[in-house]
């Protein structure tokens, strides 16, 4: 049995593929979901991967939750924070709720997974903390001053998060995607995509999540414990920093 790793919003997306390549790599994994039951429990069913269902917005049920991944599976090595989501809108129609859902679930999410599985991390001497931000957390975006916001914060939470870790072996690193084929590309209209996206994309394509996947379990891996507070970008030449 390999390391013990936990991925958040696992059962779909760049998450799910996250999950198999970190099993592929000799894991146990652990993926949550929020809401899709019927995608996580298909999920399993194909992966072997066991999911669990809590919001990580919510700090007692990421404490819950995690303690029974720990009870069912080891102690958390690993832990990936892929939970999000956009409520993309001009920052002049956004509403507070717009604003508040993206802080919980990709900021405070962050805080509230990690903070739970820090400790224990601290005790072993070892962990690995691999953050999903984005491409608009590092150039902002359009509509997207919410979302940028938290993925920045995640930016800025990593490095801080990487300097107390060091000397207790914990690396922690953020994985910064640029567009990537997923369904939370549906979101935007097709002449966005068309018109102004995808030309900004050097390599002329979208990226796919198993590409970020290879990107994050080199992050996880037992090799990469000399990197830490580094942002790997991922986003075809889209945004070079
Ligand atoms: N860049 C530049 N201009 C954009 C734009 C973008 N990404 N998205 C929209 N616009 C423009 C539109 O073309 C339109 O321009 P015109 O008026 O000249 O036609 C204008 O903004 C739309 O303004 P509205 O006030 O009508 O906007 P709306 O209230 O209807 O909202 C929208 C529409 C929510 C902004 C929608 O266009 C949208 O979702 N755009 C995409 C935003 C985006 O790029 N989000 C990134 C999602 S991917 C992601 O988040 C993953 C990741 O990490 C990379």
């Known amino acids: 049995m390999g390391r013990v790793a936990l991925v958040t919003g696992g059962s ?82 956004m509403t507070p709720q717009q604003w508040h859902e993206c802080i919980d679930t990709n900021l405070n999410g962050v805080f509230n997974m990690t903070h739970n599985v820090w400790g224990g991390m601290r005790e072993r001497k070892f962990g690995r903390v691999v953050t999903i931000s984005s491409i608009n957390g590092q150039k902002g975006q359009f509509a997207q001053a919410n979302y940028a916001a938290t993925k920045a914060g995640d930016i800025g939470f990593t490095k801080s998060l990487a300097q107390e870790g060091a000397r207790a072996g914990i690396t922690v690193n953020i994985v910064a995607p640029g567009y990537i084929n997923t369904e939370m590309m549906s979101t935007i209209p097709e002449k966005v995509m068309n018109d102004v996206i995808l030309p900004q994309i050097p390599v002329g394509r979208l990226g796919e999540a198993s590409e970020i996947a290879r990107a994050v379990c080199f992050l996880a891996s037992d090799d990469a414990g000399f990197v830490t507070g580094s942002t790997l970008s991922a986003n075809g030449g889209q945004y070079m920093s």
């Open 12 to 93: 779909r997306g760049i998450g799910a593929a996250i999950a198999t390549a970190l099993q592929d790599m000799g894991c146990t994994v652990a993926a949550t979901y929020a809401g899709n039951d019927e995608k996580a429990a298909a999920f399993t069913a194909e992966t072997g991967i066991k999911t669990y269902k809590w919001d990580v917005g919510n700090y007692e049920a990421c404490q819950a939750g995690i303690a029974q991944i720990e009870a069912d599976l080891g102690p958390v090595e690993i832990l990936v924070n892929n939970a999000g989501i956009t409520r993309d809108a001009p920052f002049h129609k």
